[in-house]
């Protein structure tokens, strides 16, 4: 009897997810040294480099007196391994940093009125192309009371102007979304395959829409996940994900390949609660555990907000997490290091049995059906595997089992155990042909009778 696959799963973290430990790094600053206050702190990779995305920037000079607030910037993430350290690439004589994504004359001359034009962007910038990308934006229009009014979702084309990393960005002239509909993008997006994939929040919850990485300005070519498949209609779209306010969605192998897509959010309840969640899909269902409410630094008695989860900076394989979230005026974007409980390195094999006669993978259900036969302090799981089904050797149906698989975090116990699934087959098989051949009826598998010799053997 030969093995048909064998491998080891390595050490990923375990799900749902247990936080062993929480490390709070620090507030994320400016090589400059001046103390900004800011918020949002999403960062994105774009052209080779890693960028954080700011809101309400609370500029200063080189004396830090305050000379104005920037309501978006862009600074550069130097080094990777020290995710507490920005540097802004554009900023005026006077202190102020610049924005990316830029005011018309227009909306400049609404100041006069009293009001205020603000460009925010919660979801990031994503990549389409080599140096060129897109960022989807809110606009909000800020009135003399300091009342925000949603006027809708932008679309700016984002490159890069310099050698040193330096950004530029291009606002489309009308919005992609109106103010009545949902805030596509705004809430997180990303790039996989051809196509971009965007989640806005709408009617209490948030909804998934994609659109091809090639024509993300056609307001046409938008689709929106109904809960079954891509729909041109947002109005039939379902929320992905309930109650939640800001977070990001990003493929890591946190968790391993069974669930590569992990989200890292806050509720909409302002509670500074992080949530996390992670699904072999990007549709989901997503279900979100509560991982630990946030600690504020210099604001500790306020709400915190705009958490998000980076892919960067820490070893995911080792079950570090790096999440940032965001203090309210004067504080700033605060950065911490979780670290999760991790399941341990597992070898596996998988042995044929589809070649084997009907009356013998029968016979080894009935065995797996009697929980007694199992001892809890088993360090080996054996599972059965049919065509559509796989379920541990207690509660397997469907149809004839067409293998064996035998996993344990021993390689020696898996190799033991395998070797004696595979002798047990081989007599089985004499058995039923000595039988057939003189005539009698079936006297039951070996493979069966043994079973609790085994896990006894593995427990000793």
Same mark, same amino acid.
């Given at each position: 009897?030969?093995?048909?696959?064998?491998?080891?799963?390595?050490?990923?973290?375990?799900?749902?997810?247990?936080?062993?430990?929480?490390?709070?790094?620090?507030?994320?600053?400016?090589?400059?040294?001046?103390?900004?206050?800011?918020?949002?702190?999403?960062?994105?990779?774009?052209?080779?480099?890693?960028?954080?995305?700011?809101?309400?920037?609370?500029?200063?000079?080189?004396?830090?007196?305050?000379? %104005?607030?920037?309501?978006?910037?862009?600074?550069?993430?130097?080094?990777?391994?020290?995710?507490?350290?920005?540097?802004?690439?554009?900023?005026?004589?006077?202190?102020?940093?610049?924005?990316?994504?830029?005011?018309?004359?227009?909306?400049?001359?609404?100041?006069?009125?009293?009001?205020?034009?603000?460009?925010?962007?919660?979801? %990031?910038?994503?990549?389409?192309? !080599?140096?060129?990308?897109?960022?989807?934006?809110?606009?909000?229009?800020?009135?003399?009371?300091?009342?925000?009014?949603?006027?809708?979702? %932008?679309?700016?084309?984002?490159?890069?102007?310099?050698?040193?990393?330096?950004?530029?960005?291009?606002?489309?002239?009308?919005?992609?979304?109106?103010?009545?509909?949902?805030?596509?993008?705004?809430?997180?997006?990303?790039?996989?395959?051809?196509?971009?994939?965007?989640?806005?929040?709408?009617?209490?919850?948030?909804?998934?829409?994609?659109?091809?990485?090639?024509?993300?300005?056609?307001?046409?070519?938008?689709?929106?996940?109904?809960?079954?498949?891509?729909?041109?209609?947002?109005?039939?779209?379902?929320?992905?994900?309930?109650?939640? !306010?800001?977070?990001?969605?990003?493929?890591?192998?946190?968790?391993?390949?069974?669930?590569?897509?992990?989200?890292?959010?806050?509720?909409?309840?302002?509670?500074?609660?992080?949530?996390?969640?992670?699904?072999?899909?990007?549709?989901?269902?997503?279900?979100?555990?509560?991982?630990?409410?946030?600690?504020?630094?210099?604001?500790?008695?306020?709400?915190?907000?705009?958490?998000? %989860?980076?892919?960067?900076?820490?070893?995911?394989?080792?079950?570090?997490?790096?999440?940032?979230?965001?203090?309210?005026?004067?504080?700033?974007?605060?950065?911490?290091?979780? !670290?999760?409980?991790?399941?341990?390195?597992?070898?596996?094999?998988?042995?044929?049995?589809?070649?084997?006669?009907?009356?013998?993978?029968?016979?080894?259900?009935?065995?797996?059906?009697?929980?007694?036969?199992?001892?809890?302090?088993?360090?080996?799981?054996?599972?059965?595997?049919?065509?559509?089904?796989? !379920?541990?050797?207690?509660?397997?149906?469907?149809?004839?089992?067409?293998?064996?698989?035998?996993?344990?975090?021993?390689?020696?116990?898996?190799?033991?155990?395998?070797?004696?699934?595979?002798?047990?087959?081989?007599?089985?098989?004499?058995?039923?042909?000595?039988?057939?051949?003189?005539?009698?009826?079936?006297?039951?598998?070996?493979?069966?009778?043994?079973?609790?010799?085994?896990?006894?053997?593995?427990?000793?």
């Amino acid at each position: 009897m030969s093995v048909i696959s064998e491998g080891v799963v390595n050490p990923r973290a375990r799900y749902p997810p247990v936080v062993e430990m929480t490390k709070i790094l620090g507030y994320v600053r400016d090589k400059n040294g001046i103390g900004y206050s800011r918020d949002i702190g999403r960062s994105s990779c774009f052209a080779g480099r890693l960028y954080y995305f700011f809101g309400d920037t609370f500029c200063k000079n080189a004396e830090g007196l305050f000379v %104005g607030v920037s309501d978006n910037t862009i600074a550069l993430i130097p080094d990777p391994c020290n995710p507490l350290q920005s540097e802004y690439l554009d900023i005026q004589e006077d202190g102020v940093v610049k924005t990316l994504l830029r005011l018309t004359d227009d909306e400049r001359s609404l100041k006069e009125a009293g009001m205020r034009v603000v460009l925010w962007a919660f979801g %990031g910038i994503v990549e389409t192309s !080599q140096g060129v990308g897109w960022i989807w934006y809110q606009k909000v229009l800020i009135d003399s009371h300091n009342l925000q009014h949603y006027q809708g979702t %932008g679309l700016a084309r984002v490159s890069v102007r310099g050698p040193d990393g330096q950004l530029s960005a291009f606002r489309c002239e009308d919005l992609i979304f109106e103010a009545g509909e949902p805030r596509i993008g705004t809430f997180s997006s990303l790039v996989e395959g051809d196509f971009v994939y965007l989640w806005g929040n709408h009617g209490g919850g948030v909804i998934l829409a994609r659109v091809s990485k090639f024509s993300p300005t056609s307001r046409n070519a938008y689709r929106f996940w109904n809960g079954r498949n891509y729909t041109n209609d947002w109005r039939e779209a379902v929320h992905v994900l309930k109650g939640m !306010q800001h977070g990001s969605f990003f493929k890591s192998k946190l968790f391993g390949s069974e669930r590569a897509w992990v989200f890292v959010g806050c509720t909409s309840y302002a509670d500074s609660m992080v949530m996390l969640g992670a699904e072999a899909n990007l549709e989901g269902p997503w279900t979100l555990t509560p991982l630990f409410q946030a600690p504020g630094i210099s604001q500790p008695n306020q709400f915190r907000y705009c958490m998000y %989860g980076h892919s960067w900076g820490l070893k995911a394989e080792e079950g570090e997490l790096l999440v940032t979230w965001s203090e309210r005026w004067p504080g700033g974007v605060i950065g911490a290091k979780v !670290q999760l409980a991790m399941d341990p390195k597992t070898y596996w094999k998988k042995i044929p049995i589809e070649g084997y006669p009907q009356e013998i993978r029968e016979s080894v259900i009935p065995w797996t059906e009697d929980p007694h036969n199992l001892d809890p302090k088993c360090d080996a799981c054996i599972t059965l595997e049919g065509q559509d089904n796989k !379920q541990t050797l207690m509660g397997y149906s469907g149809n004839l089992p067409l293998s064996v698989c035998v996993e344990a975090t021993s390689e020696k116990l898996v190799n033991e155990t395998a070797e004696i699934i595979c002798l047990l087959l081989t007599l089985d098989g004499k058995i039923k042909d000595s039988e057939s051949k003189r005539g009698k009826r079936g006297s039951g598998s070996a493979l069966g009778r043994a079973v609790s010799m085994i896990f006894r053997r593995q427990t000793v």
